[in-house]
């Protein structure tokens, strides 16, 4: 996992390229100012420009996944909107403030993208999440979501694919079932054995 200042330094790189007009400039400059200070004043100053509205998208998620990833949670609903958001980047970066956030309301926001059928082609870093969380709620919504892609019409092999590993990885046998039916694709079956392997070595079946 990349450091609070690397992840930092690659969203305000990133988002340079979206300002325009020396107004936009110096929002940024200040913003990065607070994210970087990390003072219960600064968060304030933070947490404002959540609050206001007009402030363009980009200030928001710098202020959203500084106080994220400060613990603030001030910033939850914001990476929330942001985690369901159309660009995978940013659903990406918010992903990444939520799981160092802390908020226990969180795995609840992420199994709701998830298994949202009309969301599912947004809903990769929502897994990604879950998995990372190993929250109760994270294996029925993964289950859930996994038997949605498995049944088809619309599979979204990354996303499927990313249940299956959030599934292997926190080797519930409770995902057997589902495992098995995905290895019946191609596209899918690799993964899913491995998945089904994985489970199968720390939970082995009953003999009875």
Known sequence: MHSRDDD????TER????????GQWALYERTVTFARQGTSTARDELARTLELPGHP????????????????????????????????????????????????RTARAAA?????????????????????????????????????????????????AACIEALGAMGDDRAVPVLSSARVFPELREPAGGALARIWRESPPSSA
């Open 8 to 11: 930092f330094r690659a969203l």
């Open 15 to 22: 988002v340079r390229g979206e300002l325009k007009g020396h």
């Open 57 to 104: 998208l980009w200030a928001r998620e710098l202020a959203a996944f500084s106080l994220g990833t400060l613990g603030d949670r001030r910033a939850f609903e914001t990476l929330v909107l942001l985690l369901n958001y159309r660009d995978p980047v940013r659903a990406a970066t918010a992903a990444e403030a939520l799981a160092r956030l802390g908020d226990p």
């Open 112 to 160: 709701a993208l998830a298994t949202n059928p009309l969301r599912t082609s947004y809903s990769l870093h929502a897994v990604r999440l879950l998995g990372r969380l190993r929250a109760p709620e994270s294996v029925p919504a993964l289950i859930s979501a996994l038997e949605r892609l498995v049944q088809g019409p619309d599979h979204h092999w990354a996303v499927a």
